[in-house]
């Protein structure tokens, strides 16, 4: 009988202690996202930026924030189709890239381009980042427009940026 109770013991111990550390995993997830800037809200302060409470106003400007990784394929794909995008054609816009993961990010700081080091991912996580690339549309009132997460074809960053250019 005692044989029984253990091997019952251990069987449902094996079964939910990895379940118990899943949904642990899963609330740190969501605790995490909950500090994202919403649509709609204005956009925090970002390092070098601002010592206020919100992005700078840029009247008449989108302003497209990216936070990636170093050594993200997916990430690099997505800020130079977003550089390109923003030499080339749509609205005017300045590109913001925080790179975790790095001291120097190789996005050089060109007026209409910049990057932050984020090199311990502070910067990232008090922003709720916990997929990249995670990237923010911004007015020119530093109102959120709207945010996604992921690599897109051009087409699809092309239909990201115009969803916020009636705002300005």
């Not at 930026?49 to 794909?77: H, I, K, Q, Y």
């Not at 923003?86 to 005017?92: F, I, K, L, Q, S």
């Amino acid at each position: 009988m005692n044989r029984r109770r253990l091997a019952l013991v251990t069987v449902v111990v094996a079964v939910l202690a990895p379940l118990g550390g899943l949904l642990w995993i899963e609330s740190g997830i969501r605790a995490r996202q909950a500090q994202r800037p919403e649509v709609g809200t204005l956009f925090p302060a970002l390092p070098g930026f601002a010592d206020g409470e919100a992005l700078p106003a840029s009247p008449g400007r989108l302003r497209v924030v990216t936070f990636a990784r170093a050594g993200c394929g997916n990430c690099d794909r997505t800020i130079t189709t977003l550089r390109r995008m923003a030499r080339t054609e749509g609205p005017a816009l300045d590109l913001i890239a925080v790179v975790a993961g790095s001291d120097s990010p190789e996005l050089d700081g060109d007026g209409v381009h910049a990057a932050i080091a984020d090199p311990d991912g502070a910067v990232s996580r008090r922003f709720g980042v916990v997929h990249v690339p995670l990237v923010f549309l911004v007015d020119g009132k530093s109102r959120v427009l709207a945010v996604t997460t992921g690599e897109r074809p051009e087409t699809a960053w092309r239909s990201f940026l115009e969803s916020g250019s009636d705002a300005l």
